[in-house]
């Protein structure tokens, strides 16, 4: 299992994707529903550009998990989870990840990967960031993702309350109502 915020998936994830389809007999690639309050695209979102751009992968799939991830790998029955290190950097937070997952799942082993040189600097993060502030992400995603980015770019204020509903929808509705102000059905 491969599990991420993808927002949005970059080709350093999809670098790793490719690698870990090789090495693994199944990859369940799943992304995180509640990582961010307010994350640049829905979840449902992350999910078709992710499914089309590992459509020529046979032994991976997409889906998305809420809650602990060890709780849904032992529901997947992963053996292994995924992460990608880039640089040295990253490792002190994945190592303190991957012991508390060890901590909470003993059985579950991280499986650490590195992805091309090339895209030891891409992150979702600095991704949103260059392209928010108008510069270029190409060579950094995939060209549907880069097209993505664009549309969002252009109608940020509809796409913001665009990616809100669609992730109320995601969450099955359940933050339809925070406040909990719907009227109450009568005995
Ligand atoms: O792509 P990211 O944002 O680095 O991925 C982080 C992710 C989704 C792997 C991590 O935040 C996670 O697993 N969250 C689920 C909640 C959980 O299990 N937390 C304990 C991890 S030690």
Do not use: W
Request: with cysteine; hydrophobic share 40%.
């Amino acid at each position: 299992m491969y599990p991420g915020s993808f927002d949005p998936p970059t080709n350093g994830h999809l670098d790793l994707i490719e690698r870990g389809a090789k090495i693994f007999e199944e990859l369940v690639v799943a992304i995180l529903r509640n990582s961010e309050k307010s994350p640049m695209f829905a979840v449902s979102e992350r999910l078709s550009m992710l499914r089309e751009l590992t459509a020529n992968l046979k032994n991976v799939r997409i889906d998305t998990f809420d809650g602990l991830m060890v709780e849904y790998a032992k529901s997947l029955n992963a053996t292994c989870i995924l992460r990608g290190i880039r640089a040295i950097s990253d490792y002190e937070y994945e190592l303190q990840m991957a012991l508390m997952n060890r901590k909470l799942e003993p059985t579950l082993e991280t499986v650490f990967m590195m992805p091309a040189d090339k895209y030891s600097y891409v992150s979702s993060r600095l991704v949103r960031e260059v392209a928010q502030a108008g510069g270029p992400v190409k060579g950094l995603v995939p060209e549907v993702v880069e097209q993505k980015l664009r549309e969002k770019i252009t109608t940020p204020k509809r796409e913001t309350r665009a990616i809100e509903i669609l992730d109320r929808i995601d969450l099955g509705g359940k933050e339809l109502d925070p406040k909990g102000t719907k009227r109450k059905k009568k005995a």
